[in-house]
């Protein structure tokens, strides 16, 4: 059974991110030998499920919401939701009922810029629809946090004229697979793939919905990006995983798109296996696709990264065929910077 998770939710912080196992040495002979810790990465999010940055660009190569649906949630259909749903939600202490209309009304402009197109719009309603019906965050007590645990909720102050057309035009759909609704997430970037969920979220089981694909239509802000962390921050960050002093972070195994899924951190009394994903939110990354090198001073050497996949030797994200399908809606108005998506405002 697929463990319930939030979706994505772009903090300006650096948010949890999922990845696959990789070795990385960050040091040589015991001691630190650089002062910075440089790292090379892609995307924004976990990488499961819908990247809202991918579906802009397909929206704006004029696929439908349907299209971008089907090309993120292998194997899915749109299917209607049960009549009179609702949606249990937890506001400050309080749980409140809403009506699953009303609810992502408050949701879809907290998720994407409203100013986004329409068929990208038009996909976030159906994302967050499913979303909630499928997310028991509370248990038998509730269905969805109001913010970034689950996917964020603004009520009537989200609705607007755009997002309100979106929502109008997919009433009451939602994804199923084999009949059943299929938990959608989603996130801000992608970085060119998207993650299979195993690989993403430890402890999950693969599902057939949620497999890693090319997505060359992403090109959000994060699309890539570069940090430079002085190797005393990186100790301090990685706090209680460090055995002794920090000798360096060795990856041992990578996903596909491909972020980490697990590494060793070294220290000089021992090793510790930790999770991509938690290897990402303690050094403060916005994903978990990256790699590591070590600068001294001008020099910059890349480090070893025993999951095989390099830089160079890691597949591209080749271009491929839009999605093509009936149109999801006329075009709104590109553009916008993307909110937290994947659970939270994606601009």
């Not at 802009?56 to 939701?81: C, K």
């Not at 409140?96 to 329409?118: C, D, F, K, N």
């Not at 993650?195 to 402890?203: H, Q, W």
Request: hydrophobic content about 40%; some cysteine; proline content about 7%.
């Amino acid at each position: 059974m697929l463990t319930i998770r939030s979706t994505y939710h772009r903090l300006h912080i650096c948010p949890p991110i999922l990845a696959a196992t990789v070795a990385v040495l960050i040091c040589w002979g015991g001691t630190a030998r650089a002062s910075n810790l440089v790292i090379a990465g892609a995307g924004d999010g976990h990488g499961v499920g819908m990247s809202q940055e991918g579906a802009l660009g397909y929206a704006e190569h004029g696929s439908s919401y349907r299209a971008i649906l089907s090309h993120y949630y292998t194997g899915t259909a749109i299917a209607q939701a049960p009549a009179g749903s609702r949606v249990r939600v937890l506001l400050g202490a309080k749980v409140h009922q809403i009506a699953l209309e009303t609810y992502v009304r408050g949701v879809v402009s907290a998720e994407m810029p409203a100013s986004w197109p329409l068929a990208a719009l038009e996909a976030q309603a159906v994302a967050s629809r499913t979303y909630a019906l499928t997310a028991h965050a509370g248990g038998s007590r509730f269905d969805v946090y109001a913010d970034t645990r689950s996917q964020v909720y603004r009520g009537v102050a989200a609705e607007t004229p755009q997002t309100d057309a979106a929502i109008a035009a997919t009433a009451g759909e939602i994804l199923t697979y084999q009949g059943r609704p299929a938990i959608t997430y989603f996130f801000a970037s992608s970085g060119g793939r998207t993650e299979n969920v195993e690989n993403a979220f430890p402890g999950a089981q693969p599902e057939p919905w949620l497999r890693g694909v090319l997505d060359p239509l992403d090109r959000g802000p994060l699309h890539s990006w570069r940090l430079t962390i002085s190797f005393a921050s990186a100790a301090a960050r990685l706090g209680g995983l460090v055995r002794g002093s920090l000798r360096g972070i060795e990856v041992l195994r990578r996903g596909f798109s491909p972020r980490i899924v697990s590494a060793y951190v070294l220290g000089s009394r021992g090793r510790t296996l930790v999770s991509g994903p938690e290897l990402a939110a303690r050094l403060g990354l916005y994903d978990s696709w990256a790699y590591f090198s070590v600068g001294n001073g001008q020099t910059i050497t890349p480090e070893p990264d025993r999951s095989g996949q390099s830089p160079a030797t890691s597949p591209p994200a080749e271009a491929e065929p839009a999605p093509t399908g009936p149109q999801g809606g006329a075009q709104a108005p590109g553009g916008g910077e993307a909110n937290a998506a994947g659970g939270s405002a994606a601009g």
